[in-house]
């Protein structure tokens, strides 16, 4: 427990410090995008991935550092090193890819037919086949356990499958889904302290080390990164954050052999594939902003995301926007406690 809430504190430290360098770097390289829900446009930095993976990163390399050096933890002992390296290099492959995707972002608006400001990156089909690198350490290693229990179906045992077929498909979705819903200050972070908050806490509690330690520390990441984009931000999440979010709940699924909590936890985006599918993918999160600041759903009564939800109880604020997302994602986040 203490190695945990030290590796905890590292990860917090490291971002909240890191943050401001990182926002001047990439204004000086002009990694910005428009904020779209303010007054103006201002051009913001945004890749906030490179903050928090960081402190992802040097939490982990602590825990296992103290694990391997004060306790000789090794490979197949309770807790394993291989199995957090092969998370580290998942995080560093796709906080990569995101950068990448963020560096194609250009600093201006595409008004589209809707009459709806977006930014301009990577087609969305290509998006899923950047993210599969990102799944190849957890293959090679096996993995998580090959029995699953389903619901309405039963414990199946997927043997080879799992690893070869169910942790890529599944580390894809995770880091595309996540990428569907975001655009507001503090909304992907926000949520993200939430479910990882929540994920972590209910593995620790189950005994799965690996899965409880990455979950935490970027908990703690996010929570330093949350004082920069919280509206107004500082920084966006961009890509990079995005992608990480939802490889880290993926591999602290995998890792924790936790597939119905995080799927109970993670409905909130579940729900928003559902939603954009109505449009065909084609729908934003984003509203039109009104000149007293407020929110207008860009499609009028028709939902295509959650974000549309909020914007049609009225004339409510990003920032309102936002908090509702938030309590919506806790008490997602509290059934596993309470269902399981």
Not at 43 to 53: E, F, K, M, Q
Request: proline fraction near 5%; include cysteine.
């Amino acid at each position: 427990m203490e190695a945990l809430l030290a590796a905890v504190l590292v990860s917090f430290l490291t971002t909240f410090f890191l943050t401001p360098k990182v926002i001047e770097f990439l204004r000086g390289i002009r990694v910005v995008a428009v904020d779209l829900h303010k007054r103006g446009k201002p051009l913001v930095p945004a890749s906030g991935g490179l903050c928090v993976s960081s402190g992802v990163l040097l939490g982990i390399f602590f825990y296992t550092a103290v694990q391997t050096f004060l306790f000789n933890h090794t490979a197949g002992s309770l807790v394993n090193p291989v199995h957090l390296l092969a998370a580290t290099s998942s995080i560093l492959i796709v906080t990569l890819t995101g950068f990448l995707d963020d560096l194609n972002v250009k600093a201006r608006m595409v008004r589209t037919k809707d009459g709806v400001n977006v930014k301009v990156g990577f087609p969305q089909w290509i998006k899923p086949v950047l993210t599969l690198p990102g799944a190849i350490p957890l293959v090679v290693i096996k993995a998580g356990v090959t029995r699953m229990d389903l619901p309405f179906i039963g414990v199946v045992d997927f043997g080879p499958l799992y690893p070869l077929l169910i942790i890529p498909v599944g580390f894809i979705g995770a880091s595309n889904m996540v990428n569907m819903l975001g655009g507001f200050n503090g909304l992907e972070a926000g949520m993200g302290v939430v479910y990882t908050l929540s994920l972590g806490l209910y593995i620790w509690i189950a005994g799965e080390r690996e899965a409880a330690v990455l979950l935490l520390t970027a908990f703690a990441a996010l929570l330093a990164f949350l004082r920069y984009n919280w509206c107004p931000a500082k920084i966006l999440a961009g890509d990079s954050l995005t992608y990480l979010l939802g490889s880290l709940v993926a591999t602290g699924v995998i890792l924790g052999n936790m597939e119905r909590a995080g799927l109970i936890v993670m409905a909130p985006f579940i729900v928003e594939f559902f939603l954009k599918a109505r449009s065909r993918f084609k729908a934003s999160c984003i509203g039109r902003v009104r000149e007293d600041g407020s929110l207008e759903p860009p499609y009028g009564r028709k939902i295509y995301s959650w974000t549309h939800i909020f914007m049609n109880l009225g004339r409510l604020r990003e920032v309102e926007v936002t908090i509702g997302l938030l309590a919506v994602q806790v008490i997602f986040a509290l059934l596993p406690f309470f269902i399981l």
